[in-house]
Each structure stands twice: as C-alpha cells, then as structure tokens.
C-alpha cells in the first residue's frame, strides 16, 4: 500500500510538469508567431504600397480614391520604362558596375583575409582590425576628399575619372573590400589549423592551399560575402550621386530619381515601377542563394 | 626510408623554452614514440620534425641531410592529426590522392597507390564517401591512407588516437602496428597515454619540461627506470613511492620503510647499494605486481607484514588492492581469489628482487 500511494504521487507531479513545459513552447510559439507577423506586415507593406502605384495610371495616383485598391489597373508604366533607352542604360550600367565590382571585391578580398588568417607575419593582427575599422567610417566623410584625389588624379595624368562609370570601380570597393576581407577572415579562422598544415604537407603551395582547400571549404562564407559585396553596389546611392552626372553614366538608383523627378513633378507610377524592378536581381539572387547566406551568417559563430 | 637526427634542438617561444636541446637518433624502419605529459614539447618537437614549427638551434636530419630550412613539402614525410584534418569537400579517393596529384603523378599510378592502400586499410568501399559520412575510426584510417599513398621517408603520428573511444582505441592501435610490419616506414608518434607508448613502440622516449628524460625499449622503462618521473609515469597503476632510509643492522644491509617494518635487503640489492649514504632521504619504488597477498612459502627478497586495506577494485583478472602506509596510498595487487577485504587487515609479501631506490633529491633512480 505504501509504495503505491508513493507512485501514486509521483506521477502527478511528472505529469504536471510536462504539461507546463508543453504549455511554455505553446506560448513562446505562439509570441513569436505574434511578433514575426506585426514584422512582416511592417516590412511587407511599403512594397505593396509600390506594387500597387505602379499599376495606376497617373490621372488615378493622383485621384482621391482609396490609394489601396487599383481600380483600372494598367502594365503602361512596365511598357514605358522597359521601352526607354535610358532606363534600360541605367539598368545596364548598374549591372556592368556590380558585377566587376562584387568580382574586383573578392579578387581582393578572399586573399587578403587569407593572409590576415593564416599567414602569420608582423603586425596581421593589427592590421586586421584595422581593416575593420576602416570600414567604420562612413561614405558621407569620404565623398569629398575622394572627389579631390580624383579631380587631381584628373589634372595630373590627363585621365578623367569623374563624371564615367567606370570610376565606381574605385569607389565601391573602399565600402565592400573592407567588410568582405572581415567576413571571410572570420570565416577561414574557424577552419582548422590542422587543415592547411596538412595540405601544406601534403605539397601544397599557400596559393594553392587558398584555392583548393579554403575557398571550397568556406563557400558559403564566399557567397554570403558575394551577395552583401552585389547588395551594396547595386544599391549605393550616394557615390553614383556624387561622382556621375551625365544621364549616359547613371546607376539605376540614381536615375530613377533624376530623370523621373523633373522638377516638382514627380512620376510616381514610373518611380514605383523603376524602383520595383531595381529591386528585382537582389531579389532573386537572394532566393537562389538563401540557404547558402544563412549558412554563411551563422557558421563559424560554433566551430564544427 | 631514412633515418631521423636530432642534434641539441631547441625551440623557444618568446620567453618559453619549450624544447631545451634535445638529441634523438631514429633508425631507419624503426618506430619511435614519444611520451610524456602535455605540455612537455613532444608535440612540437614532432611539429619540428614535420617543419611547421621552425627550429630555434641545433639540426634535424633526415636521411643525413639537414632539413632545417627545408619546407615541409620538400621532406618528404606525411602527417597524421589528432584531428585527422581530412579535406570536407574532397572524398576520400581524393583525400588520399591529393598530395600525389599535387605532385602530378601520372593518373594510373595514383589510382593504383589508392586502391593499394584501401584495401591495405580496409576501406575499400569508402573511397567514394566524404569524411562526414565516415565514423571516427573510418576518419583515422583515411587520414593513415593519406600518409601510405605518399609512400614517404618518415610517418608523423600526432596523437591519432586520442580522439577515438577506448574500444577503437586499441583496435586502431593494433591496426597502426600492422601498417608499420607491412611498409617498414620510420615512423614518429606523439602520444600522452603510455599504454600506447608500450604497445606501439619499438623504442620510447619519455619527455618531461622540453627534455628527454629516458629513451630505451618499452621492457626496459618498465624494469630500469632512470628516472622517478619515467619510474611514475610508465606503468598502469603506477609505480609506488615510499620513503625509507638504509640501515646497518647485524652487519647486513635493512631498508626501514616505518618505525616498525624494517627488511633486509636482498645480497644483490644490498651488494649495488652498499655505499650509498645511511643518511641520505631515499624513496622506494615498487609497483603494484610486486606487493601481493603473502605466500606461505618463503622466497629470497620477498618479505611479509600486515596492512589494513582502505579500498579493493576487482577486476576479474587480479584485484587491485590500496591502502594507507605512514600518510601515503600504496597499492598492490593480488590473486582474485585471495581473501582481500575493505577494512580487514591482510598478510601482504613486498618483492625486494624487484625494488628500485630513488634519491628523493635528485629523483635519480640509483
């Protein structure tokens, strides 16, 4: 009898705390839920907002109905921008100036932070933080004197840098090549020592231990760092602003705003419409790549 | 094939001498461990050895040329890792093969060395796998697969073992042993666990504080320690130490281990430590097979005394027996079917045949 009544009151209390256990997933379930959704409407509504004015018509943007609701929706905005020349170099230029740049910026980066990694020589620790904090100083600082090293680049050799594309090249890096070098550092110092000694013993030169061992290893950190180093230059703003003025020279991001606002007549529709499609190649690059930057985010925070 | 030199190797880090001049000859074929506790320079002299650590003074020779500002790639030695540092993305054909195709070597000749080894390694159907498909001891062999494909001078062993559970442990040593008697390759394994040491090696070397503290074959650490730390650290349980004075009693040499047990020594133990000062602090070292239950017999050197036993651990085979002897634990070990129990006084037989007398000073065994 006693030992039954002893199970007797064991098994309540096992059972109780299992339900309060259950009920605290529930309710942690239940607040993120809450929470990831008040976020997600957050995020999600301005793009809407753009979706919907770039199906309008300008007479209907600038009616007084109910701005949430496309009552003769129209693809004329898509028709004229995908149809204008410019739009179109924008769209080029912006293309051009990302690609070499995300390939300049990994070009640069991938060995740089595989020497601060591994290569241990005089001062790497150093100048690997300071690699970071250069990326600390903000482009609003460097525009101006950037401008001058250019203008008297300029007078110097005779070679104009401003005012063309090409001078984005440059300048784009100063933002991506430090942060890039920080997250591929991070991610080549959670690979084993072990590794590159075996491969070194195993004939390999330090170029080679770089491209057959590290870079295969670290691919997820390499992509995460391409598409921040992509993200960056297809969405820079106030560099192009700066330094390019001819509408032949203008990134997407600039160009819609200074050929689609003329003066105090601002083409909503189209702005949307430009706005939307320039959001387009980050987008689906994300996509394709997500499972990729989420791995690269979160490896080498554990070692394993 | 070649032989290893060491000649007064010294590796300082900073301020920190991690290796204080140490010298080692390993004969071609032989297979040489080193042992000690960490911390006392084994790894880096084996990373010296392999050229990841450059060497502060003296000379490391391989096969009679002086490699000390040879790369490691132009050793021609292969290196085995705790870790076993397999290439993830690579298979394990690819693993194996990565240093000959590095080297060029000609497509069949590598294909023919790998599957060589496979099947040497037993891994045969492995080869397409990556490593994280592969179990610990499946890693080990890879990573040993790597080092025979190579077909170098010297094999590196740092610690393979360590990261295995205890089965595959000895599995995997009997396994290393086996590669050793079929490829003859001189090889260097770094190990903390003298179990291994003994089993493995054809000659040991115990390394304590950057110095070499005794080399010899595993038989003879075990019977002729040089030294109180290689007489402590080889053997499982380890040795025991007591304190004892030599004393002259009816003109034949006793050893006094407490005010009341007193033996007379042996004639050849009394003859090698007649003159060693009656006054000096000494220490006996006995290991644990040389303390038993006694027997009703009386044998030369072997002498009896109680003692109340503290704690009993039978292991099938023997019982190790422990108990308290003026402030320090002794322990012993005796027949299973002796009559050995916690708390019960037990007629104890100590084998002075077998003794050794350490300077408690110097730690010298004498």
Request: charged share 20%; aromatic share 10%; proline share 6%.
């Amino acid at each position: 009898m006693t030992s039954t009544t002893v199970i007797d009151k064991s098994a309540p209390t096992r059972a109780v705390k299992l339900r309060s256990m259950s009920r605290d997933r529930t309710w942690a379930l239940r607040w993120s839920y809450f929470f990831l959704t008040l976020f997600a409407i957050f995020a999600l509504i301005p793009p809407l907002y753009m979706l919907i004015t770039s199906l309008k018509t300008s007479a209907e943007i600038s009616a007084a109905t109910n701005p949430w609701w496309v009552y003769h929706p129209t693809l004329s905005n898509y028709v004229e921008l995908l149809t204008s020349n410019q739009f179109l170099t924008f769209f080029r230029n912006s293309a051009l100036v990302s690609i070499f740049v995300v390939t300049i910026t990994m070009l640069i980066s991938v060995p740089a932070a595989f020497a601060l990694a591994r290569m241990r020589f005089w001062g790497s620790a150093t100048l690997a933080t300071g690699v970071f904090l250069t990326y600390l100083i903000p482009e609003t600082l460097l525009f101006l004197p950037l401008f001058k090293m250019f203008v008297v680049f300029g007078d110097l050799t005779g070679i104009q840098l401003i005012n063309k594309w090409y001078v984005l090249l440059i300048v784009y890096p100063t933002l991506t090549v430090p942060f890039c070098t920080w997250i591929m550092i991070g991610y080549f110092a959670s690979i084993p020592k072990e590794l590159d000694e075996a491969a070194i013993i195993d004939g390999a030169s330090w170029f080679q231990t770089l491209t057959r061992i590290f870079i295969p290893v670290a691919l997820p950190g390499l992509i995460a760092a391409t598409i921040f180093a992509f993200t960056v230059s297809w969405a820079q703003f106030l560099y192009p602003l700066v330094f390019t003025t001819s509408t032949d020279q203008l990134v997407l991001p600039v160009g819609i705003i200074t050929t689609l606002i003329k003066g105090d007549v601002f083409a909503w529709g189209q702005i949307m419409t430009g706005a939307l499609l320039g959001a387009a190649p980050p987008l689906i690059i994300y996509a394709f790549l997500m499972d990729y930057y989420i791995a690269g985010l979160t490896a080498g925070a554990t070692k394993g | 094939m070649a032989d290893v030199t060491l000649r007064k190797v010294v590796k300082r880090y900073d301020e920190v001498e991690a290796v204080r001049g140490i010298d080692l000859d390993i004969a071609d074929h032989e297979f040489v461990v080193l042992v000690g506790p960490s911390g006392c320079g084994k790894s880096t002299t084996l990373r010296m050895i392999a050229g990841l650590e450059d060497i502060t003074d003296g000379d490391i020779m391989i096969g009679g040329d002086v490699v000390n500002d040879v790369p490691p790639k132009d050793r021609d030695i292969a290196m085995v890792f705790q870790n076993y540092a397999l290439y993830p993305h690579m298979t394990v054909a690819e693993n194996m093969s990565f240093g000959l195709r590095l080297k060029r070597y000609p497509k069949a000749e590598i294909k023919t060395r790998v599957d060589e080894a496979a099947r040497m390694l037993d891994i045969v159907e492995l080869v397409d796998r990556k490593p994280k498909q592969l179990s610990g001891g499946q890693r080990q062999r890879v990573a040993m697969g790597r080092a025979i494909v190579r077909n170098p001078k010297v094999f590196l062993f740092d610690e393979p073992l360590s990261n295995l559970d205890a089965k595959l442990r000895v599995q995997m040593r009997i396994e290393i042993k086996k590669v050793h008697q079929k490829v003859r390759t001189t090889t260097v394994y770094v190990t903390h666990d003298q179990v291994e040491a003994m089993t493995l090696a054809d000659r040991v070397v115990v390394m304590n504080n950057g110095r070499i503290e005794q080399i010899g074959t595993p038989n003879e650490l075990y019977h002729n320690p040089a030294t109180r730390f290689v007489a402590g650290f080889i053997g499982s349980p380890a040795m025991n130490f007591m304190a004892c004075r030599l004393e002259d009693v009816g003109g034949k040499l006793h050893i006094r281990l407490t005010d009341r047990i007193v033996f007379p020594l042996p004639p050849a133990r009394a003859d090698r430590y007649k003159n060693v000062s009656r006054t000096d602090k000494l220490q006996l070292g006995l290991r644990p097979e040389h303390i038993t239950e006694a027997s009703p017999h009386a044998e030369p050197g072997v002498e009896n005394f109680d003692a109340v036993l503290d704690v009993i651990e039978p292991m099938g085979m023997e019982t190790m027996i422990y108990f308290i002897m003026e402030g320090v634990e002794i322990c012993g070990r005796v027949n299973p079917n002796a009559d050995a129990r916690a708390g019960a006084p037990m007629r104890l037989a100590i084998d002075l045949n077998n003794m050794h007398l350490l300077n408690e000073a110097t730690g010298a065994v004498i």
